[in-house]
């Protein structure tokens, strides 16, 4: 099985890359164009690491450039495309929107494109808890209505949802959105929270709890977004004639078309994210209390039940271990001792 996995310089990518290479079989091209949105060097050791399996080849390309996009369809000629591209962050979308719209939509559009031109038997796409915006109904469903973003970053991924199921029902291709919720774990983004939180407490430097910590994530560890991913890789969705938005669940369709919540189905208040975060690193945090920021939102919280029926998976690692799993990793490789 060949498998394309754009945005494999970043987190998820690079652990799903790293896991599906211990499959027998398969071979996996990965793209990225490491860009400085954060520290470089951290996505160059993720490559490092990918790079000394003989079944993983690498290319630096922008999924934005038509034209290198066909090329490694051409020459790859992936069985499956896993798109975990795009310009993260919800907060640096309203400081520089058109990262926005060059990644999340023509990127994607251009990788729509190259399935349709190429035909692909499955095409699985990272979306966002973020769609969610201001709903205010937890737990989150695919059933409830998305209608509402509070951010730029959540519109293009909602925006992506939509294009996903136009091509699905145009030319036929499987697709399966994933709405993931709040990953953390090791080799994460230092954009994140629990990444600044920890650097900043280790470092001595207070740390800003936004809405005065008035806030609820539903944290997810990395390794539940991986297995979650890779046991939905040979689910293509497979069209339904019968599908009626009136009776059916709205995150299937007539189309060959999917969208699933992988979150951990047990929100964490933000007080108690950083009181474990403090047990781990064993130091307390100079905390600053602010206001809630512009593209926040309260509570995110997914409803995984459909998750859980398709693919008899549920993510379960609690906070307790997924944040000591972290600490350790994030001492290690920045070399501090305690």
């Not at 399966?176 to 629990?194: C, E, I, K």
């Not at 969208?259 to 007080?271: A, D, E, R, S, T």
């Not at 920021?293 to 271990?321: C, N």
Request: some cysteine.
């Amino acid at each position: 099985m060949r498998i394309l996995i754009t945005g494999v310089a970043g987190f998820i990518g690079h652990h799903l890359c790293s896991k599906l290479l211990q499959i027998d079989n398969v071979s996996v091209l990965g793209v990225d164009i490491t860009n400085d949105y954060y520290d470089k060097t951290l996505k160059i050791d993720r490559i490092n690491q990918l790079i000394e399996h003989p079944n993983f080849i690498f290319e630096n390309i922008d999924i934005c450039s038509k034209r290198d996009l066909e090329n490694v369809f051409i020459n790859f000629n992936p069985d499956i495309v896993i798109n975990l591209a795009a310009q993260a962050g919800v907060r640096y979308s309203i400081e520089n929107p058109y990262a926005y719209l060059d990644s999340n939509l023509t990127g994607f559009l251009n990788i729509l494109e190259a399935c349709r031109n190429y035909p692909v038997k499955h095409l699985l796409y990272a979306s966002s808890s973020s769609v969610y915006g201001g709903n205010k109904v937890a737990p989150f469903s695919t059933n409830h209505n998305v209608d509402h973003p509070v951010s730029l970053y959540a519109a293009t991924k909602k925006s992506n949802e939509l294009m996903a199921h136009t091509y699905s029902h145009l030319y036929g291709i499987p697709t399966t959105g994933l709405r993931f919720f709040t990953v953390y774990g090791p080799w994460g983004r230092p954009d994140m929270a629990y990444f600044s939180f920890t650097k900043d407490i280790i470092e001595g430097n207070p740390i800003k709890v936004f809405n005065h910590g008035k806030m609820e994530r539903d944290f997810t560890y990395i390794d539940d977004i991986v297995e979650g991913i890779v046991k939905l890789i040979p689910r293509a969705p497979e069209p339904n004639p019968q599908w009626d938005e009136s009776t059916d669940e709205l995150g299937a369709s007539f189309a060959p078309y999917r969208v699933y919540n992988i979150g951990n189905n047990q929100p964490v208040q933000l007080m108690k994210f950083i009181n474990v975060l403090e047990e781990k690193i064993g130091k307390e945090a100079n905390k600053q209390y602010m206001e809630m920021q512009p593209g926040d939102v309260l509570r995110t919280y997914a409803d995984v039940s459909e998750l859980e029926r398709d693919i008899d998976f549920k993510p379960s690692t609690s906070i307790e271990e997924g944040l000591g799993k972290f600490v350790d990793w994030y001492k290690e490789y920045y070399n501090i001792t305690d």
